[in-house]
């Protein structure tokens, strides 16, 4: 029997690394994105020559009625979805003193709005005995100045995740978390300099920085039949570092 995933923000980075993990694990996985078409199409790309089946799907998950195309297009084409992993996010470094209306309403509705638009789908449309992931930050308990905004839309999102897994009683579905550390993607490293980058990799007990292939393995736990007693928690995937 196929199983089928959506993987928001899947084009690059950690949503790239869970795509292709999820379809190594013999899920059938709609790639979404919403401005990266080439690299979207890329995915689906590898996913189709090692044999797997993907499909790339435009929507930006702020906007409601594009996330029900999004799901709508997801299961004329690949089926009734059993895993929705909310991996779109938008980060600015920004002191909050310095943040505009504009910037602060963008993070909150990709962010927050973004994975509230697909959970109250979800609700309703992912088959029973599903999982729900949602992307955090172990940001959260570090307090870093910059990050204010970016770690209140995800504190929500773990505030929300928790509640919702006590909401879907009666229907089998786990809904979780993976809070990240510092992860060697293009989000995390640009505009920092080496110095910056050395520092953050030697704050974690082991001494390095995250891979996205680190965060997906997370990810195809909880999304397999093994992490099938975990539900309305955070693991905080980061070296120790938290």
């Not at 929507?59 to 009625?65: I, L």
């Not at 990709?110 to 599903?130: C, P, Q, S, W, Y």
């Not at 870093?144 to 009683?169: C, D, H, I, N, Q």
Request: overall charge positive; glycine content about 10%; hydrophobic content about 45%.
């Amino acid at each position: 029997m196929n199983r089928t995933a959506i993987v928001t923000g899947a084009s690059r980075g950690i949503g790239k690394a869970i795509a292709l993990r999820l379809a190594k694990d013999g899920f059938q996985v709609a790639i979404n994105y919403m401005s990266s078409k080439e690299e979207a199409i890329s995915v689906t790309g590898e996913i189709e020559k090692a044999g797997g089946r993907a499909i790339a799907i435009k929507a930006d998950v702020a906007k409601a009625d594009e996330v029900e195309k999004l799901f709508a297009e997801t299961e004329r084409q690949l089926g009734k979805i059993d895993v929705l992993v909310n991996n779109a996010g938008l980060l600015k470094y920004i002191k909050l003193a310095e943040v505009t209306d504009e910037i602060f309403q963008r993070m909150v509705d990709t962010n927050l709005k973004g994975v509230f638009n697909t959970l109250r789908l979800a609700a309703t449309r992912v088959n029973e005995g599903g999982r729900i992931i949602n992307l955090s930050t172990s940001v959260l308990a570090l307090g870093l100045p910059t990050y204010g905004v970016y770690v209140a839309t995800k504190a929500a999102v773990e505030s929300m995740s928790y509640v919702f897994a006590r909401e879907l009683r009666g229907r089998k579905i786990t809904v979780n978390c993976v809070a990240p550390g510092p992860t060697a993607t293009d989000l995390f490293l640009d505009g920092k300099t080496k110095e910056q980058i050395d520092h953050f990799a030697k704050m974690p007990p082991l001494e390095r920085l995250g891979t996205p292939e680190d965060i997906a393995a997370v990810v195809s736990f909880l999304a397999g039949p093994d992490g099938a007693w975990v539900n309305g928690q955070v693991l905080r995937a980061n070296g120790g570092l938290v």
